[in-house]
């Protein structure tokens, strides 16, 4: 058989070769498409039309927008026809934004898009976004850095977990109350989150006031996110929780609780180590705890426990009370001392590196004050500073 080309075997098989030629379309036409096929992507990955509200980031409500001007485009439905399988150019398939209640290029200038088209209302072409609509989207974002001041933090987020577990803070479900301010824990994303900072007050483009915040997280970094991001990720987020202002519940009462003391001491020790800082500090370093034995059997073996700096002790000091809650007191202390924690690292007997709590650098008279304010119950009103060595009203 003799060879012949692929035209020619078609020819003696009398099939007519016909070129087959490529739809055009003009570049206006080609930028509709393209923008429409933006829109079709939400839509799958969305499974909705883009809608202009509250919670939608700024790419939606571009989406948003481009969709309602195609609508209102003749040319646009027969070309987008095919396309158009979930029937988004449908009037009745409508978003919740009202074209018709704004301006196109005011609106479009609100959403830093910018037409570039010889024809100014040819609002299907966006090839631009400015820098302020970028500026925008970067501070709903806020991306998180490391906190250079994490230390003066953590005792917080210490303690605050204490609270928790004692029973002294409860975490709420966001929603009922969605204040944020300063002093207030939240737990977003599985982290919690401590508002230390909420800037001066200002109008958001919804009309809301929102507020520039300085928030910082358990795990060492911090975020200067707006105070209406904020509330949007802990509406969002199902395991978003609000922390209670501490309740200090029943120290004393007629009715017993699992973790009571019918007699029980707090008492104040001073360490006799050795240690270069202790040594010199000594006269304000001091250990408050709580038992419900004797002290001295307490401290018995100071001398071998790292949680004592591994050396003797002695009673400066202590107070007997009845039907006290233990748990609850030991975290009242750690409360209002958070910022006096002592931060010491030191080697235990197996050489490994332990960091001792519940030492303190207070003077006695202001633990004594403290005690009688945990008597008279005025003692959640106030925190210690240790600047001026005194209690402060919180």
Not at 83 to 111: N, R
Not at 115 to 130: A, F, M, Q
């Amino acid at each position: 058989m003799n060879h012949m080309d692929d035209d020619a075997l078609l020819a003696a098989l009398g099939v007519e070769v016909v070129p087959i030629k490529a739809e055009q379309h003009s570049p206006r036409e080609e930028r509709i498409m393209a923008g429409f096929e933006d829109i079709l992507r939400f839509y799958q990955a969305h499974g909705r039309a883009p809608a202009m509200t509250e919670e939608a980031d700024i790419f939606e409500r571009l989406y948003a927008v481009r969709l309602e001007q195609l609508r209102k485009l003749p040319e646009a439905q027969a070309l987008l026809v095919e396309m158009d399988t979930p029937g988004l150019l449908q009037p009745g398939a409508a978003t919740t934004v009202d074209p018709d209640s704004l301006d196109d290029d005011a609106l479009l200038s609100q959403l830093g898009v910018e037409t570039t088209s010889d024809n100014p209302d040819d609002i299907s072409v966006l090839r631009h976004v400015r820098s302020s609509a970028t500026k925008r989207a970067a501070e709903d974002i806020a991306e998180r850095s490391a906190c250079d001041d994490f230390d003066r933090f953590a005792p917080l987020f210490e303690q605050a977990e204490q609270e928790l577990q004692a029973g002294i803070r409860k975490a709420l479900r966001f929603g009922r109350d969605t204040s944020v301010e300063q002093g207030n824990f939240f737990i977003v994303g599985g982290q919690m989150a401590y508002v230390a900072e909420v800037g001066e007050s200002f109008k958001a483009p919804n009309g809301k006031n929102d507020a520039r915040l300085r928030v910082i997280f358990a795990n060492g970094t911090e975020s200067n996110l707006l105070l209406l991001s904020l509330q949007r990720a802990l509406y969002k987020d199902d395991t978003g929780r609000r922390l209670s202002e501490p309740d200090m519940g029943p120290l004393f009462g007629d009715a017993p609780e699992p973790d009571d003391l019918a007699t029980g001491t707090i008492y104040v020790l001073r360490s006799l180590s050795s240690h270069p800082f202790v040594a010199e500090h000594r006269e304000i370093i001091h250990k408050i705890g709580v038992t419900g034995g004797k002290v001295e059997t307490r401290i018995a073996a100071a001398s071998k426990d790292a949680t004592y700096l591994l050396a003797d002790v002695e009673v400066v000091a202590t107070y007997k009370l009845h039907n006290l809650n233990r748990t609850r007191l030991e975290a009242i202390f750690h409360r209002v001392f958070a910022a006096a924690q002592l931060d010491l690292m030191i080697e235990d007997r197996f050489g490994q590196p332990v960091r001792p709590r519940e030492w303190f650098l207070v003077p006695l008279q202001v633990i004594d004050e403290v005690v009688e304010r945990i008597k008279d119950k005025s003692i959640t009103g106030y925190v210690y500073d240790p600047t001026n060595a005194r209690l402060v009203s919180a």
